[in-house]
């Protein structure tokens, strides 16, 4: 990273990267596992009332899925910011 501004825009790609996971772990967990969950225990997953396992586990099992998708893409970052380790 040579200048300020490539700095700047490393941080601003950065910061709008995590608002993203962010957004969708809020959506996922308290839209579909609190606000929606009436209209989501209509359909059944397995058994179980789909409001319910998105309020036990499929907050969970997101949350694991956008750590892997938020390393991924700074690493993908990292290299285009030429900040990445050897």
Not at 68 to 74: G, I, K
């Amino acid at each position: 990273m040579q200048s300020t501004g490539n700095a700047a825009e490393y941080w601003k790609a950065n910061v709008r990267l995590l608002l993203f996971c962010l957004i969708i772990w809020f959506i996922v967990s308290y839209g579909f596992g609190i606000l929606l969950v009436d209209v989501m225990n209509t359909i059944s997953l397995g058994g179980y009332p789909l409001g319910f396992w998105f309020a036990q586990q499929g907050s969970i099992y997101t949350f694991v899925a956008l750590i892997f998708f938020y390393a991924s893409r700074m690493n993908k970052l990292d290299r285009q910011f030429d900040v990445h380790e050897d």
